[in-house]
């Protein structure tokens, strides 16, 4: 069974990426009714190709949780990450680790997650952030059990022999 998290988004922020997308368009036309025919044209080129673009890679957004693996959908990329390999889940502080990444999964830096996975000599990472987090996490804890939870908004992978299961990536 697949549980399905829709996305906490920021008004703000998606006002700011609405406006950002918009404004090209915006431009481009208002150039067209001054008579800059070539300036505006390119202008509502650029401006339908990052319409276009927000529609293949961000919108719409959607986490995905089952038995195998968690999946982000955003739009139509789906991100695959399997249980195996999540190291650790825990609250994204945006200042702390600012990135542009960031922004590609969630439309709330505030409220986000972020799933540190992959290997010793090959970490990474990824920021989400679902709706209801507190379930988001419950729901992962359930399908992978090597996981535990350790704290508020934390699930870190358990010790096997008094050693970790697989090193914590620390990736920044």
Not at 4 to 31: D, E, K
Request: glycine share 6%.
């Amino acid at each position: 069974m697949s549980f399905v998290f829709r996305p906490r988004i920021n008004r703000g922020l998606a006002v700011l990426l609405v406006l950002c997308m918009l404004s090209p368009l915006g431009v481009g036309g208002w150039l067209l009714s001054r008579g800059k025919v070539e300036a505006g044209l390119i202008l509502l080129l650029v401006g339908s190709l990052d319409l276009f673009l927000m529609r293949v890679l961000i919108w719409p957004l959607r986490y995905e949780a089952n038995p195998e693996a968690l999946i982000v959908h955003a739009g139509l990329i789906h991100f695959r990450i399997p249980y195996a390999r999540i190291q650790r889940i825990t609250r994204h502080h945006p200042w702390r680790h600012f990135s542009l990444r960031a922004i590609g999964f969630s439309l709330s830096l505030r409220h986000a997650l972020r799933i540190e996975y992959g290997w010793a000599h090959r970490p990474n990472w990824l920021i989400i952030a679902p709706e209801d987090p507190e379930a988001f996490l419950e729901v992962v804890a359930r399908y992978a059990p090597m996981l535990q939870r350790t704290g508020p908004c934390e699930l870190t992978r358990k010790k096997e022999n008094g050693h970790e299961a697989a090193s914590i990536l620390r990736a920044r």
